[in-house]
């Protein structure tokens, strides 16, 4: 209701009706294991849990963003690292909305990926979602996201060599 009615910035604690609060503490973590048999990646979404937020999941709501975290094992074998590199280059859907890797993150003992919901939606094929009528919310391209948040036009005038 507050993206709806104060717009995309409303949860960042500056929006003088909604007092100090702030949204995007719901945290959505997905851990990714290699199968004990067949040694294939798999993803196993884990519980939402209430957690810090952060100037994306305050902007777009927490559904916007999962963090993976890969398992110690997959990151010990360079052969999956190899196949992870190639699995976040894909699509991951999850309920028809589509996310795509845009960040890792890697401290001594967390490496964690993170994955942004876009304005597509799979429904047998991968298509451009738009505004519909119930209050669907409709996320920024993976492209407008970085033009919105790393506008390299508000940095023309410096001095390069």
Sequence with gaps: ??????????????????????????????????????????????????????????????????????????????????????????PLVLNGQVFRFFHAKSLKKDTSVFLMATNEHYDGSIKLQHPSSKGQRVYNSFLDFFSKHNNLQENSHQVSY
């Design 1 to 90: 209701m507050a993206f709806k009615k104060y717009g995309d910035t409303s949860l960042l604690g500056s929006t003088q009706e909604l007092s100090a609060w702030y949204g995007g503490k719901v945290s959505f973590i997905m851990r990714l294991d290699m199968h004990e048999k067949n040694g294939q990646l798999q993803f196993h979404l884990d519980h939402p849990t209430l957690g810090p937020s952060s100037r994306f999941t305050r902007c777009y709501g927490s559904s916007w963003l999962i963090r993976v975290k890969p398992s110690a094992g997959i990151l010990s074998r360079p052969d999956k690292v190899k196949e992870l590199k190639k699995l976040l280059l894909r």
